[in-house]
């Protein structure tokens, strides 16, 4: 059960209006690693724990301070849009500062919204559960995580580069100092896990059922063997269980397939017509 | 420049067709973890990098094998629809197998691709770029790879339970071993960037502009405490530069937002109507 | 704000198992007019409120339940997959009721989600935030609304009628009775609008900048006069503002419309080939 | 069935091309509430009437009178495009009117469709049938035609707000004017629905099977009460049938879940990993 | 402009319900070739048409005969749910046919649209525009069209194909005819407009401007050289403008792309770090 | 199977950078008819043939080349952005062409992808498998593969028309050419295909189950009858089984539907509610 406070998690007040900047805003709270995605990812992960502990306790707990964090957006694109300009661009366009506003700014934030954010990304895009995982598997989840908090870090650093408002760059600084705690707690998880797992996910599937021949073997699919320079290619293999092993020219273990007919009544084109089997040119 | 050559990377061949097990094997192929998700991510990775050497060169060897997977995958499916019976569910319901098959199996592969495997996943989402990932940061970047293979592995390891077909547990038993070494080499490609850049992603933004004094807090939203009892909670970070902290009843940090009336050429709800600044309800 | 309590807002056990069900219930956590969906539009709207007072409090308050509805429903579709089986179709058949479990259920609670909720409707389809509305004008949201909250109990209440499961049934029955709150709750809130605004949306707009001469016509453009029987075809308008009237062969007011050919550097095809202005055929 | 006839319902010619404008006039023709998700909701609901009479007929009036409005749509936004300019956005940048178009318009316009209108919103996003709403139960229906009305005559306003052109003005104080009368017809309809059902959707599910003792109390999940001064909070229930209640301080109703560990062919964390039932910190 | 009249195109009616049969109907309702596709891909080619004439009114007359066909499956769907039962799949699977139907159907079909046909293909996707073209070149769009109609009337077969049921068979057989019609009507469309532009779209761009010395070069990416055989590979090309060559071990006509770093305010992983250049590994 | 070389098939350079550009240019990397498009769409065609011989390698040979394509459209997009600014839109428009350029540019190629090519369209939609058609009848899939060619073609040269850069003409002239040999060497597999099959497909349903008094009839439900003046209203049908008709004022072959009521336990409007066969009004 969730309860909901009406002040906010961190100050989120712009200098000034910026309608072109509330759109690129939009990418982190909607987009594909927006704050959006992980409140949900971390809410669906810790439903799905089965048992309970302190697992499920950082997953509700950080995805609560998520959503807090879509608050704190939804906040700062609505101050950025304040009385943000509508008109008719090429009268705009004799006033460049007015005409680059218009011409970049997100036109559904003045049509569909009303000036208020969107649960959508930078370039328009609705968000979608697509972007979300939740397997049950927690070891694999919190590799999830880990990179959802590594890509999202990385576009608010791209967004605070990107602007010179210092409420906006204030609030950005809270949300990245944020993501630095939480790339280090999924990362002690993941560490908790491994130690009691091993790296491999899932850690429970008898290694004897899987073709171990080829565990730990580099084929070189792209021409140039400069991946062969790699720990990936040589010495033992990081959950120490095999060797690695660089193979320079990878050859097909098995045959070219060749398809039987449908049957009639799915009326694929029909074999004779396909003229199967047509020795091969010579030339 | 791609070569295609005709033959299989891995035998793909069942003991004999499964309509039904052909829909689910689609998850493999064509879901958010499907090998058209690694084949794609990793090319663009390649693609993006900016440098050259071992890393795109990696890439682009596990992009090209992946894409010789949804290969062997779109294969198995095809075979595992060969003869497929169409027909009326009615009837069929008389034989519990033909009417199990009939009402299992995915319509699509009948009336659409005409017994072939689909760009979908297992309930028939078609496949969809939002999957993946490609930030020119490749610790980021690696993470979501490492990420892919450990789903990707877990979602092969529960289709390999499932059927009891040999030839297909024979195929799964080859993707799940090659899931083990890509989730080995991201490894180790991560461990060897994080010894360059440390664990927190992008390395490269200064610490004192993030808001130092939460970037290693963990706030309890979810109350309760379990999760103080994590490595997340105390001691030494784990990027080593900061001390864990632990808050068990976390305040605001700023007030109560109230957001400014929308211009009128808006239309929004006018600031008369909405009554604002009601007085609380006493009771 | 938010802070999450771990106890459940009200019960979610079912007697048993049923898998088959579970794919069903997704349909309110995840569908179109799912929890998600009335959670997330609720906090949007409320976010987007320029001003405050007690319609954003009810947003904000209305919106912290539905998330925690999401919950409930997670938990129950959990517990639904309990022990679900997984397993070969075709000798599954032979054991009818194992057949339909495997033939019925959704095979990503296996595969993808580990048997866990997934952020999905009935057939799949995964949530996307193009279900939900956030305008800024609260009359217009408010219907968005109360449409959300009518269709949603429709769905519950089949839902209940397609089990027989009593716990399943007395959470339904809690669902469907908040649901009954929301309606009235929504149904309140617009009428008070409408008191202020009169009916239609938006209030703001000046009358007389419409085609006022075609403010509350009926044009019949589906033969048959059945709709003429309507009370919106003729007396006072709804808005008190004008009279209604049915027009029974309406003719169109403009011409029809000829396009000016494309410039050159289009490509589109070349008006010489379109043969434009071809005189028409006499038979 | 359907006749074209080449008239347009109303004028769709601008004074001058705009082919900015043209870029968010998309919205109200292919957004989610432009005229291709009225029209198809329309007929949807009016194909799925199980019986006939004035409700049928009137869907089918009204969807047949928003595809002329689509058609409308397409032939202006095919008029504000004529001669779009397409070239080098660098040398365009000198002229600054001519670089504000190439900045502004929707590439996709020249691109994809050879200036013509594309069925898609103003940011770009294709039309998708997750926007619309036939559920069978027409009192739910009709509230989803009100809204739809709603939000899409109040986005309509808001295109007539930023544009100059007295030829668009002229057409959409023709749409605003339809959307006039279509918001007071489906608000007759409803009335008389609501007349004869209640106003709970579906007015035939037996009260006695509901929850009802939270039938109408309103949880204040926000902190602070200012939702306690609405109507929503005291007096008789809008259908009639209770008395609302306010509950300042709710609490839950259920226990803290605990799921059961899955089977071990799911190949989640395991249980003896998972740590469950951690006993609290104590700090 | 457009009217309805209330009867249908052609019949529209089963033998008896078929609820499962009713799920795979919905592909040629709202799947990618179904008759929403065609209808609103000829329109919106109609309403694009720059000039006027035969083509555009070709165009018209086929967009409203594939609505009459939505509202003919819209039908036919309804009464193949007529009655479908909802309920309990564990009881249900005591009589086998109850048991078939229940975990065959769509369970939106029940839930979501009571009854009725949806906007959506037989897995369930919701239409989307990204189905349809509309390019303002009519070869290439009457192309689309003319593989649409061909996609339609092979989907339309397989489903006649996979029941019994005469009512459904003498609709099929309707619809299969007029896909012959549309087939050949595209086709003539499409000969005299090649006729007068040629066969390569678009016919307006300046040969001299495309590397003319690969317009006719079928490169063997696929090793083996099976694709030598065809009519591509030799003689005159089909445009009569040049000789089909065939290159059997294609070799690439451009070096190793190197990209260089990025700025450092976009944090993609350092130069350094990326260690660029690494001499190739010698084995 | 498949090999990567580093080489590209063919220069990937542009003369400067140019952001804007770059944007447009995704339209023909991840766009409906992109090279994502056609190598995914060939790919699958080719796995799906149910046979060997020269269509399947043909499809294989151009799939692979296809996905070179792919790779010298994402080199040149991330050259086109070396060096793109990022920053404050307000003091850019100071400087126009600064100012155009963040305007102008996609933000995700700075905030998402770290100046790498997205699998995007040019308004930032992500590409998905709902844009590719692969249903085992060739006849039918070549002519999807015309039409993308054809689409593909027209959008490559647009985009020629809107650079004045010389290295994105040369690679695009390229492209051109590639694209003029597809188109003819889909033309001669389809001519080959239809002198097999005749040109209605699928050839293989018999022509005496489709209802042939309407198999060539064109029914002019668009008033006006320019249709009539095409050769498709008269003569020989093309495929020269019949005789074109033209059917001036069309009627309706079946009567108007009226549908049976919903069981109650579907909770549709009631029939007493619905009032049913209300007598038409009389005016």
Known sequence: MFYHIKELQYKAKPDRPDPVYAKKLQEVLGGQFGEISVALQYFFQGWNVRGDGKYKDLLMDTGAEELA?????????????????????????????????????????????????????????????????????LLADFRANLTAESQGRLQAVRLYESTTDRGVKDMLSWLIARDTMHQNQWYAAIKELEAKENIVVPSTFPKELEKREVSYVLFNYSRGNESAAGRWAQGKSMDGLGEFQYVENPQPFAKKPVLRPAPAYIHDTPPQVLGAMVPPHTK
């Open 69 to 137: 964090h879509v608050e704190m957006l939804a906040t700062m694109i609505a101050r950025l849009l304040d009385g943000a300009p509508v008109g008719d661009q090429e009268i705009a366009a004799k006033d460049p500062v007015i005409g680059a506003i218009l011409g970049g700014m997100n036109p559904q934030h003045a049509i569909v919204s009303g000036l208020g954010a969107m649960p959508a990304d930078s370039v328009g895009n609705r968000w979608t559960a697509s972007y979300i995982i939740a397997s049950g598997n």
